[in-house]
T-cell receptor
């Protein structure tokens, strides 16, 4: 089955700096890579996703890059703000089947004002 | 707006009790999932269902069972609760086609004493 590794487990940045979270996956059949954000006490919510036919995707201050050959993908947050503080989960799945998602272990991001 | 609800936010049960956790979604999604969330371990899939009365084991099914008698409802059952099942349980749903986003419920914090 799929295995997703995520690093780092914790990340502290100064407000305004950039943050990068990296994930690797093992199953070359995976073709959809979502990122979820979970604020303290709340449910995870999708913030950005990328499919395997795309190398990069941006949405305002967040971007995701994918390297299919190396089987890794990354989340980039620029100009971080205190409200970016949360736990971020990467995930991988093959969306042609039962939508079974494998999540990474999460990164707790703290943005220091 | 997709709504996924769970029957309880907090639950305290004794060792050996049978525990039912219920999840209901209102978006006619085919897929439903049960995860447990533990610090440092991320979101681990217990069971999922891609149709009524259909179920598939996830990565950690031992000690759990599920039931899906209606499309909108997915139940997680702990046949004989143990202290190592103390955790946060999250339900999610997703459509079979289109964007593979998972919509999460608010979670149930289960404590087994």
């Amino acid at each position: 089955g799929e295995n997703v590794e995520q690093h780092p487990s914790t990340l502290s940045v100064q407000e305004g700096d950039s943050a990068v979270i990296k994930c690797t996956y093992s199953d070359s059949a995976s073709n959809y890579f979502p990122w979820y954000k979970q604020e303290l006490g709340k449910r995870p919510q999708l913030i950005i996703d990328i499919r395997s036919n795309v190398g990069e995707k941006k949405d305002q201050r967040i971007a995701v890059t994918l390297n299919k050959t190396a089987k890794h993908f990354s989340l980039h947050i620029t100009e971080t703000q205190p409200e970016d503080s949360a736990v971020y989960f990467c995930a991988a799945l093959w969306d042609g089947g039962y939508q079974k998602v494998t999540f990474g272990t999460g990164t707790k991001l703290q943005v220091i004002p | 707006d997709v709504k996924v609800t769970q029957s309880s936010r907090y639950l305290v049960k004794r060792t050996g009790e049978k525990v039912f956790l219920e999840c209901v979604q209102d978006m006619d999604h085919e897929n439903m999932f049960w995860y447990r969330q533990d610090p440092g371990l991320g979101l681990r899939l217990i069971y999922f269902s891609y149709d009524v009365k259909m179920k598939e084991k996830g990565d950690i099914p031992e000690g759990y069972s599920v039931s899906r008698e209606k499309k909108e409802r997915f139940s997680l059952i702990l046949e004989s609760a143990s202290t190592n099942q103390t955790s946060m349980y999250l339900c999610a749903s997703s459509p079979s086609s289109g964007r593979s986003e998972q919509y999460f419920g608010p979670g149930t914090r289960l404590t087994v004493t």
